[in-house]
């Protein structure tokens, strides 16, 4: 029994951090129809910048909660500058094009942060400095560690908080407004490209703040590090519904769980191939996800 | 349509069969009698060995400084190492091999330190005539390739061997389990050798748990592992996951001592931290060891390089020493000569006696470290040796 609450621990823990992408993946899906496939690599960029800020603060011998919120507002901040550029140097020109042209230009992008990334930090993983010593929580023979704690509650107030953002604010509804229409909006007299630019901004915060929380617990970083995980935190914001905020929080927790329930047993090495069959089992089956609406497109 | 088939296919084997002719007329590599003896070095320099490439570079580079020092082979004529980084992938191995070769025209090539990689690249050698000493692949299949490939480091099914016996030995543990990297070569086969060894030994292994390399949660395969208790737990991939799996362990509460083979000595290793306690290691041979051939070794090389050479870098510096020897007793630089010399081999290295045997293996005794970590580094302390 404490095997099974264990395994349901570990794969919330993972989930949370599919989720934590997922989110920002499906904000930018949900405004722009846009499915930016970077966004996993402006996750590992997050990571990345947490890592140089964290050791120009020699975080790992002087460990601090104060200090690890520093690096990942810094990460968060660097990674919005960088979704902003991102859409406005690759996204904004071919806003026009049909949508396979931006599905494509987000590929691009995502290659070239990737190889760029191996260009510029090199191949070789490098760890994460512990900005926070690991301690572990036992529950009867239920262990968990303070940093999977840390990124399940995260993961659950950027949900909350994103809710909060898109159905209770000013720019919120602008947002939904964009969504809604791109052109009636601009007509309506609210300013498109700030609009766009503030989702994107959001979304590789979000990423970044991601990146960081899971170099916490899983250290190892390198440039390819968001290739993987991004896929499968499209997956997850598929699987919730893209576009359905909760619908990414449990998309990522489902895919989680699956993982480690499949890591548990003899086939533990086609864990990486569970989230890709769920996809095309939801494709199949239930296209607009579990949260999502179908909706009926005129043609 | 399908009359042709039968026609095609035959063109197609005359087609492959004329290009593999064409091929073996060009192997002879054309070397220059006088000027630098061109010795081509490939290694994971970058990605996720990179310490396996660069300790065994270092290595390889001081052997062919001192011999430059000492005057060189062949009547004065220096040596001169060309570098080509693999990336840490296996078929960048089988390119950066074919460049050394076909390219820079090399007599001989030093490498990999990886299994798997060199299970790429020595086909490769194979075919052109070129002999390899590889310094540190301990899989049994990597001098199986042929006979132009070599080796200065014991074997997989030796090392297993090692390990279970410590384990059933010294630490008297009874139910082991083993987790196995897939991906990996050298992984593959040590655990074969440790569950061979310790169940003739009358232990008990679980049944081993797979992952692949570069996976970073290892917590799903740890806890089914924990649930069956063993007393001892084998991790059999290399360093950047050990020390991964290690901390993960530790933080779902497993206090057993972990195990590991040659493939733990790396630099981030030490990102195991505190986790690193309670582990042991096999190895090739032990920095502490008082031998003063030993001592002068660390002593110049860490005024070479201003750091603690790791075993890798030792074999590095032997496998090196190997082929520059084989090429002075041989006097010249064809590749089968050298290599005629090469299965001769017979001399004194860093790491032990390196005699050749028939299946180009050397056969030297294992060290078993306990590892340590301590100021934010990891120190390897010598436990015991056992001879083959």
Known sequence: ?????????NGLSLGAIYALIALGYTMVYGVLRLINFAHGDVYMLG?????????????????????AMAVTLGAMAVCAGIG???ERLAYRPVRHHSRLTSLITAIGVSLLLEYGGQVVFGATPRFFPQMIRSQTYAV??????????????????????????????????????VSFNLSVAKLMGINTDFVIAFTFALGSALAAAGGVMVALAIPRIDPLMGLMTGLKAFVAAVLGGIGNIPGAMLGGMLIGLMETWLGATAYSTYRDAVAFAVLILILLFRPAGILGKSVVEKV | MNLHRPLLTAACVFAIAASAACERKSTSATQSTTGDILVGFYGSLTGDGASFGISSR?????????INGAGGLLGGRKIKLLV?????????????????????KVVGVIGEVASRRSLAAGPVCQKYQTPMVSPASTNERVTEIGDYIFRVCFI?????????????????????????????????????????TFTQLGGQVLDPVSYSSGDADFKAILTQVRAQKPDVVFATGYYPEAAVIVRQARELGMKMPFLGGDGWVGDALK????????????????GDNPDPVVQNFVKAYKAKFNHEPDSIAALGYDAAKVLADAISRSGSTEGPKIRAALATADLAGVTGRLKMNAKRNVEKPAVIQEVTFANGDVKFVYKTTIAP
């Open chain 1, 1 to 9: 029994m404490d095997t099974f609450f264990q395994q349901f621990i």
């Open chain 1, 47 to 67: 990571a990345f910048a947490g890592y140089f800020i964290a050791n120009a603060l020699n975080m790992d011998e002087h460990p601090s909660i104060l200090g």
């Open chain 1, 84 to 86: 902003i550029l991102i």
């Open chain 1, 140 to 177: 009867g023979g239920v262990q968990i560690t303070n940093q999977n704690l840390l990124i399940i509650v995260v993961s659950v107030v950027v949900m909350f908080g994103l809710q909060f953002i898109v159905h209770q604010t000013k720019i919120g509804k602008a947002m939904r407004a």
């Open chain 2, 58 to 66: 270092e290595g390889a580079q001081m052997a062919v400084d001192d």
């Open chain 2, 84 to 104: 080509e980084d693999d990336q840490s992938k296996p078929e960048e191995a089988s390119n950066a091999v074919t460049k050394l070769i076909t390219q820079d």
């Open chain 2, 156 to 196: 997989d099914p030796f090392q297993g061997e090692v390990l279970a016996k410590f384990a059933f030995n010294d630490l008297k543990a009874k139910k082991v389990a083993v987790l196995k990297d897939i991906a990996q070569d050298y992984s593959v086969g040590l655990t074969d050798a440790i569950v061979r």
């Open chain 2, 271 to 286: 990102n195991g931290r505190e986790a690193l306690a309670n582990c042991y290691i096999s190895n090739h041979y032990s």
